[in-house]
């Protein structure tokens, strides 16, 4: 009876459905099961509705199959709409109905719903008891899961495969051990274990949470396997990281004729990658490739990261050309392996062509993206666009996408724009807080990373050891070490676990200020050091020059682990900077027994080239260069640059045309180094002309470095005057080095009036450099004009300057020895005086020097012993030099100081102002207080000021010169600012800079000091500047060799300008 309804069915199904206007419910009925066998379940609610409309109920039958149909849909209206409808009916009792409308609610996470359902129905079998479990188990509810199988054993009713296979799930995410080995001894008791592999199956995923071995052994226990027990062992062996085993099982798995699915190749291909089998995940590509899975997009992303991490990245290239889909997870992933190997642009290539293809970002693409930024030419802009791109298409911002955005702005200094973004974000993490802290910290921001630190402990956001690191960041100078210290305290205190990382981040923090043994100890004393922590203090100790320490550490080293590409660049970097090749050569050799690859590491290609090249290898450096599979740009400058320091001018152009001809643009480090060779070849027409297209052709815009290879350049071309003309229409100022440069070229060319007057100019910007006077007396010797040169040493001798001593090394016997002016670290370094002193018995004793006299005023909210102690930083030969008196400013400090906790109170400021900086306070009552001060403990030479100090000091010459300031002591000679700038207080800075500070001035400025623009403006009015340039922020720096040398001129300077006065 049932054949002519199919037969109806089967004609009018193929209809609209406002066509099918049969009022039979057995048609409709038959309806909804075609489409559940078809699996279109949208098919079955425009059914059910279109039922409805015509008043026409599904039976009990085929409504469990609409509910189903709105749980897969997660359709939640529409199932509550079908179960209200028949709560009134007798169908609300039928326990299959019931059991769908519970399974429905459980499905869609509304598991109340689920329950008060399943408590009014009177009679339960074992499916309603399971479709309960499984939406508790669903909804992460275990304990509630575990606790309803409890009540269910209590009705007497046994539980069968299903039960068995939600309450061991719900056991493995609660660790409920005892009970599911109960639940496993049951199963072996009735049987269930031996009939039904779905049972075996959960038993494995239950173990696999406390013991692989056990697990394996139930797997190998199992009658009845079937391929997600296979699945379930193999993928619980690569969670466990034995990969061995995984790819073992799956060889297991062939050997027995099971089907394998894509579950089981993306998870051995895995193993393959961990284990860096290059040559099984081949073969595992070629099985997958034979068995119809060669465009499965899941397993060609695995395919493609395997190649990638065993360091075939051609591989990896070659596979995704050659597929026909491909999905956006798969264009992140090649983005990834680009980003990897170093190559950033080909990264960003990817991208263009992948909205080229039409295929949409998400969030992964992204990230990935924002993580190559700071390693882009063009970083910041590129970086700043995504984050439009985001905005602009309306991409959610989750903290994941927040936290990459912060660590691209963060990695690119954009201080501003990362707190930005951490203020825009909804939920920031701890990894949000630490990335921030980090960022303010590394840009000299400490105060704002210190006040951060401590936001986060206010609003109880559980700290962790990056927490730490990030924070130790500010701990980064002498100065700094006594908050070290409290923050290692603290570390202690709260009893926060002192990995690995964290050790050798406090290790780094004292090693950066200043404690050495206290680092050392931290090192020596840590258990199971791995390499990062090796490579962290080597590259401490290279940092700081001390290259045969790092030499020493290394030997160490590889006897407890094996060293890595970071370790031997590390080291490559020491033996580069002391020009040592044949150490240089034994690391090359240790890195090709130690089978270390430049195939997939190009940092550690690039570091081999330079090294040869600097160390006077080109024949070496070449080939390394060409057995590169790939060459970045580092890659071609470091060639580029060998040549030019060989003086092979016309291979650094032809590598520089090949760079281009590879599809690489130069950028401005290429330009510098092939100029060089044009200049030491004589090249002058051809460096002109890529000058030219530098400029021109690729928009780079010239650095000082690039105008002086120019002048250098026209110079040993004998196109002095050219040069100099070239100098003068300089679009940014000419510094020292050009001058010289030209001056140099008089010389050759014998050119002595263009010599005279280009040293009047070099005089100007380097008053006190030695080496100036004494290469104009070379060029007037080389003339012959002996008259002129014993002016030219007398001056020298008036001037009481002297050349700067350099670094001497030899290695005898393989051991470096390294000699500087006043070094006594040498063994034999009694002796070693001991002969000189003798030899200089018979000169003369060198006149004694009245030491200059400065009133040091302090930084704002400080005290002058914190100066005190921030300038003892300086070398004892300078602050020998110098007769310095610290003084407290007149006014307590009004608000919080920046230093606190680190020094101790009281602070004082020198005087109060508002927001704009355009008015101040008790300025009159300043400056005479000061005046009082030095009337009682002078006469001073000069003023020595930081922060607000310098400020003042700047601004006090010219005040008392107008008569408005210190009338009642001597004029002012000489001025040391750190940090400094000029009043902003208009009838102020009228008068105080009415006219140039004509006397010599020393200025540090800060590479990372807020104060640096307007330092630079102060040095506009000083005559005879000195300048002190330093990486730091606004602090009192320490003296690096080249500081030294520019403080110990000024301070010959001052010395012939107050011998003057006494004259």
């Avoid at 006219?995 to 807020?1010: R, Y």
């Amino acid at each position: 009876m049932d054949i002519p309804s199919i037969r109806v069915f089967q004609n009018l199904s193929l209809l609209p459905i406002n066509q099918f206007q049969t009022s039979e419910q057995k048609d409709w009925n038959l309806m909804i099961k075609h489409h559940t066998k078809s699996n279109n379940d949208q098919a079955i609610l425009t059914t059910y509705t279109h039922m409805e409309s015509l008043g026409i109920s599904p039976n009990k039958a085929t409504l469990p199959l609409v509910l189903k149909a709105c749980a897969r849909l997660k359709a939640v209206e529409k199932g509550r709409k079908v179960h209200f409808r028949i709560r009134g009916t007798s169908l609300i009792r039928d326990i299959r109905v019931g059991t769908a409308i519970v399974d429905f609610y459980g499905k869609c996470g509304l598991v109340d719903d689920a329950r008060e359902v399943f408590d009014q129905m009177g009679v339960k079998d074992i499916v309603l008891w399971n479709a309960m479990i499984y939406g508790y188990v669903g909804c992460c509810s275990f304990e509630k899961a575990i606790k309803l199988f409890m009540e269910m054993q209590k009705e007497g009713l046994k539980p069968n495969s299903r039960t068995i296979v939600g309450l061991l799930s719900a056991c493995r995410e609660v660790y409920k051990l005892r009970l599911g080995q109960e639940i496993h001894g049951y199963c072996l008791r009735n049987g269930l274990f031996d009939l039904d592999p779905h049972v075996g199956t959960a038993l494995i995923g239950f173990y696999l949470r406390f013991d692989v071995e056990i697990s394996r052994y139930v797997f190998d226990l199992m009658v009845v396997r079937n391929i997600v027990s296979w699945n379930a062992i193999i993928t619980g062996y690569l969670d466990m990281e034995e990969y061995l085993e995984a790819c073992s099982l799956f060889v297991l798995l062939l050997v027995e004729g099971f089907e394998f699915d894509s579950i089981t190749l993306v998870a051995v291909v895995q193993a393959s990658a961990q284990l860096g089998s290059l040559k099984l995940g081949a073969q595992i590509h070629q099985i997958a490739t034979k068995s119809g899975y060669k465009n499965d997009v899941f397993i060609v992303n695995a395919l493609l990261n395997m190649y990638s991490d065993c360091g075939s990245l051609d591989s990896s290239c070659r596979l995704f050309e050659n597929v026909s889909k491909r999905d956006v997870a798969l264009w992140n992933s090649m983005m990834k392996a680009y980003l990897e190997y170093g190559i950033y642009d080909e990264a960003v290539s990817l991208f263009t062509a992948m909205k080229m293809e039409g295929i949409r970002e998400d969030k992964r693409t992204i990230a990935i993206l924002l993580s190559s930024c700071s390693s882009l030419a063009d970083g910041t802009r590129f970086g700043k666009s995504l984050h439009a791109h985001v905005i602009k298409t309306d991409m959610e911002i989750d903290t994941s996408l927040g936290n990459a955005l912060l660590s691209m702005y963060a990695e690119l200094s954009c201080v501003k724009a990362a707190r930005n973004v951490f203020e825009e974000m909804t939920g920031p993490d701890v990894v949000s807080w630490n990335t921030l802290i980090m960022a303010l910290a590394c840009n000299g921001l400490r105060g704002e990373a210190w006040n951060l630190f401590e936001a986060m402990q206010a609003l109880k956001i559980e700290l962790n050891s990056h927490t730490i690191i990030s924070i130790m960041a500010a701990c980064d100078d002498e100065i700094y070490l006594n908050i070290g210290r409290a923050i290692h305290g603290f570390v202690i205190k709260r009893g926060i676990e002192i990995d690995l990382s964290l050790n050798t981040a406090l290790t780094d923090m004292y090693m950066n200020c200043g404690d050495e043994a206290t680092a050392m100890n931290l090192f020596e004393s840590y258990p199971n050091k791995d390499v990062i922590s090796w490579n962290a203090i080597i590259a401490s100790l290279v940092k700081n020059n001390q290259g045969e320490k790092a030499h020493l550490l290394f030997s160490h080293m590889i006897s407890e682990v094996e060293p890595n590409d970071v370790t031997i660049i590390n080291m490559l970097s020491s033996f580069t900077h002391l020009a040592a090749l044949t150490r240089g050569q034994c690391f090359h050799a240790y890195a090709t027994r130690r089978q270390f690859s430049f195939d997939n590491n190009l940092s550690l290609a690039n570091a081999f080239v330079t090294m040869y090249a600097r160390c006077g290898s080109m024949q070496n450096a070449e080939k390394v260069f060409k057995i590169l599979p790939r060459r970045n740009i580092v890659t071609w400058n470091a060639l580029i640059a060998g040549y030019a320091t060989h003086g092979r001018g016309h291979d650094a152009i032809q590598a520089l045309l090949k760079m281009i001809e590879d599809g690489l643009s130069p950028n401005a480090a290429t330009f510098t180094a092939v100029l060089s060779a044009c200049r030491h070849c004589g090249f002058v027409e051809k460096g002109l002309l890529l000058f030219h297209t530098m400029v021109h052709d690729f928009k780079i815009n010239p650095e000082l470095v690039h105008y002086g290879c120019v002048v250098d350049l026209l110079c040993r071309g004998g196109r002095l005057n050219e040069a100099r003309e070239f100098i003068e229409s300089m679009p940014i100022e000419p510094d020292a080095s050009l001058w010289r440069a030209l001056l140099s070229a008089c010389r050759l060319n014998s050119n002595i009036k263009l010599a005279a007057n280009i040293f009047d100019e070099l005089v100007e910007l380097e008053p006190m450099n030695a080496g100036n006077y004494i290469l104009l007396s070379n060029i007037y010797a080389a003339a012959g004009l002996w008259l002129e040169v014993r002016k030219i040493r007398l001056l020298l001798q008036e001037k009481g300057l002297k050349k700067s001593p350099g670094l001497s090394w030899i290695v005898v016997q393989n051991q470096l020895h390294s000699f500087s002016a006043g070094d006594t670290s040498h063994p034999l370094s009694e002796k070693i005086y001991a002969n000189l002193f003798q030899k200089q018995m018979g000169s003369e004793a060198s006149e004694k020097i009245t030491k200059p006299k400065f009133l040091c005023l302090h930084g704002f909210r400080t005290n002058g012993q914190i100066m005190k102690t921030q300038i003892g930083k300086w070398p004892q030969s300078v602050l020998d030099r110098l007769d310095l008196t610290f003084l407290d400013a007149p006014f307590p400090a009004m608000g919080k100081s920046e230093v606190e906790g680190l020094f101790d109170p009281p602070y004082y400021e020198w005087f109060q102002f508002n927001k704009e900086f355009t008015e101040l306070y008790n300025f009159e009552e300043c400056l005479k207080y000061i005046e009082d001060f030095m009337v009682n403990n002078g006469p001073f030479d000069g003023l020595l000021g930081f922060s607000q100090g310098a400020i003042l000091s700047a601004g006090l010459p010219g005040l008392q010169a107008k008569g408005m300031a210190l009338k009642k002591v001597p004029k002012i000679k000489t001025l040391i600012i750190i940090g400094g700038a000029k009043f902003k207080t208009k009838s102020i800075a009228e008068n105080a800079f009415a006219t140039p500070i004509d006397f010599p001035t020393l200025h540090f400025l800060g590479e990372h000091d807020f104060m640096k623009q307007y330092g630079l403006e102060l040095l506009e009015s000083c005559v005879d500047p000195h300048v002190i340039h330093h990486p730091k922020g606004h602090t009192v720096p320490r003296l690096d060799e080249k500081s030294l040398e520019t403080m110990e001129n000024y301070l010959e300077r001052i010395q012939e300008v107050l011998s003057k006065k006494e004259e």
